[in-house]
């Protein structure tokens, strides 16, 4: 098997001192493999933020190790894991998090112009990803003009743009609609998954579940089991 | 950023606007009044030196120089010649008797040393003939306010008629009184007061002497001080910024600044703090630290030179406006001063808001997962 895409070992996180001290991540073993769409599952307030928080190196753990695609995150550089987040790591949040100031084509453009692309070259590559996610007619549109499902295949097209290795989304269908939300995951399903792309979904939401390679479940801290629904199907 | 939210924006360059026309405005009056200070002094450009009563302070306090000072003056080694100079304060009523409180200048009649080098209308000639004069344009305006311009005309001055036969280009004067300037001969039948025949002694250096030295010899025979131009003006300018004035002017020019940069800094961190979400996703896809703070740096010196510009452009309307008034005629807004008020707003207004990016930059990148 080649190497997984997110491996994590042994990953613990607190937050606070003393009697505010509280215990979030307590021990994740967990690796997420290239082609795959793996789901992070869990009750809320069981540390699946916190833990694609680590996962994407924006927060430091506590301790143990994270390495994505074979390379070890607490030793490299602040810089490199800057430029590993830019170029390799692409987000969905539950929010959107579009910019209100910047059309739709900008805001999808922001990961390669965070990467220096040149501006031209960077709107032609976004209008082209959203083209294929059935918003090519809203290019010039600013993202409070669009439907929450149409925002969240903007934010879509921006997590992709720049064909990231790894996608992270956390509940990316949480302010959606049922059939608004099956149809993002359906684009998710269609245009993320790569032999070697990995994407990474948290949610509670398990009328998605269906979607997922593996799902790991976590509670309190820890990941409990992981299923694969699918190759259980098939067996 | 600032496109999502006009209404801010706006405050914002109102703000910056409105700071930096306050602080120029009162910079350039008061660049204008410390002109006011020296304006007669400077006026007479053909005699650098002066020489006066050891009480004197400004041109528009003079106390006169006693009879015979003229020619121990010029008895003195390196002067190269001195004529006298007679100010006399007093009243003129016009032809439609308006009173009005007016400044007389009396020149030497042979030299004509002492007027303003530039006459608007007529000539220095004109002022020759007994009871003749010329009058300033803010004095024409006084005397005759809303009257066309046109020469000759009359008035008054105790029971002494005057001729007015043309106007010259003085300086407007720190008292705002008309400055009427008339031969001494003329002058001194109007000048019932006072039995004294000079006020100054107006001169100029042989060539090379040293200027202090003359000056020195001059006190030592005569008790009277001597100084060249500047020396004077430096004198009545201290003078008057003793009376405090100018101190006004500066504590308006300082709240300028402060509610300007107070404004504008508080505008944009609440801006700034309103779009840590949007800042915070640049940082999670990878934009650096540095560029966020560039980022916000330049949306801050979007808004600073647009309301620097318009700042500006808003005092030199004013100050143009106020320099076809007479009595504020000169009054500029020296360059200078609009690139200083900038440039001081702009540091203090920069400064702020790379704290605040800093503080942005450094925040935790997390909280985009939390809604
Ligand atoms: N910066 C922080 N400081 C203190 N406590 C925190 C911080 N971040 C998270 N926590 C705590 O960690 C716990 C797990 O939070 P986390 O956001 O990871 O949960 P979650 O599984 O994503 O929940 P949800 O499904 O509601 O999103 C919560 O109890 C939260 O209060
Ligand atoms: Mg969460």
């Known amino acids: 098997m080649n190497t997984p895409a997110v491996h994590c070992q042994q990953i613990h996180r607190h937050f606070g001192d003393g009697d505010t001290r509280v215990h979030v991540l307590r021990g994740i073993d967990f690796t997420a493999a290239s082609g795959q769409i793996t789901f992070l599952a869990g009750p809320s307030g069981c540390g699946k933020t916190t833990l694609i928080s680590v996962i994407a190196g924006l927060l430091q753990p506590s301790s143990g190790s994270i390495s994505l695609f074979g390379r070890d995150l607490a030793s490299m550089p602040p810089d490199d894991a800057v430029r590993l987040r830019r170029k390799d790591i692409g987000f969905v949040f539950q929010q959107y998090h579009l910019i209100p100031a910047l059309s739709v084509a900008e805001n999808v453009a922001v990961p390669l112009l965070a990467a220096s692309m040149k501006r031209r070259d960077a709107l032609d590559q976004a209008s082209t990803i959203l083209d294929q996610l059935g918003l090519g007619d809203r290019l010039h549109q600013p993202p409070a003009r669009l439907s929450g499902g149409q925002q969240q295949r903007v934010a879509l097209a921006r997590a992709l ?24 995951m359906e684009l998710l399903a269609a245009s993320a998954v790569h032999p070697d792309r990995a994407v990474l979904v ?4 398990n009328r998605i579940f269906h979607f997922a390679d593996a799902i790991a479940h976590m509670d309190d801290g820890i990941i409990t089991s992981i299923d694969h629904p699918n190759s259980s199907a098939a067996a | 950023m600032l496109r999502s939210d006009r209404a801010k924006c706006t405050a914002m360059i109102l703000a910056v606007t409105f700071s930096v026309f306050l602080m120029q405005n009162q910079c350039a009056i008061l660049a204008s009044l410390y002109r006011m200070m020296t304006a007669q002094i400077d006026d007479v450009t053909d005699a650098p030196l002066w020489v006066m009563e050891p009480d004197t302070r400004c041109f528009e306090q003079a106390k006169p120089v006693k009879d015979g000072a003229l020619e121990r003056v010029r008895s003195r080694s390196g002067v190269a010649w001195a004529v006298p100079l007679l100010k006399i304060d007093t009243m003129a009523r016009s032809d439609s008797g308006l009173l009005c409180t007016v400044t007389v200048m009396g020149v030497d ?46 008035i008054r001055i105790l029971d002494e008629s005057l001729i007015l036969t043309g106007m010259t280009e003085a300086s407007a004067p720190f008292t705002g009184f008309p400055i009427l300037h008339c031969s001494r001969a003329t002058a001194l039948r109007l000048n019932k007061a006072e039995n004294r025949t000079a006020t100054f002694i107006i001169g100029d250096f042989t060539p090379g002497a040293n200027r202090d030295a003359v000056c020195q010899n001059i006190t030592a025979a005569t008790g009277l001080s001597a100084m060249d131009r500047s020396g004077f003006g430096e004198m009545a300018r201290r003078f008057y910024n003793n009376q405090g004035v100018p101190r006004l002017f500066w504590i308006t020019i300082a709240i ?79 360059p200078q001063v609009a690139a200083g008020t900038c440039a001081a707003l702009a540091a203090i207004t920069i400064a702020a808001i790379t704290i605040m990016a800093r503080r942005i930059a450094l925040m935790d990148p997390a909280i985009v997962f939390r809604s």
């Open chain 2, 109 to 154: 009649e042979a030299s004509m040393v002492g007027l303003p080098s530039r006459f608007r209308i007529g000539q220095p000639g004109g002022i020759r003939p007994a009871g003749t004069c010329a009058v300033d344009p803010g004095g024409y305006a006084q005397l005759f306010p809303g009257e066309p311009v046109h020469f000759p005309r009359r």
């Open chain 1, 161 to 184: 743009v720049h064909q990231p290795r790894l996608v992270i989304c956390d509940e990316p269908t949480a302010a959606l609609d049922h059939e608004t939300g099956h149809r993002v």
């Open chain 1, 202 to 205: 948290v949610s509670h939401d």
């Open chain 2, 256 to 334: 300028g600044l402060l509610t300007g940069t107070a404004i504008t800094a508080q505008t944009f961190s609440m801006f700034v703090r309103e779009h840590t979400k949007q800042l915070a996703v640049c940082r999670v896809m990878g934009v650096t630290k540095a560029r966020i703070i560039a980022m916000v740096l330049c949306q801050g010196l979007f808004v600073l030179s647009i309301g620097c510009a318009f700042g500006t452009g808003l005092a030199a309307l004013t100050t143009r406006a106020a320099a076809s008034e007479p009595f504020l005629r000169g009054i500029v807004l020296p």
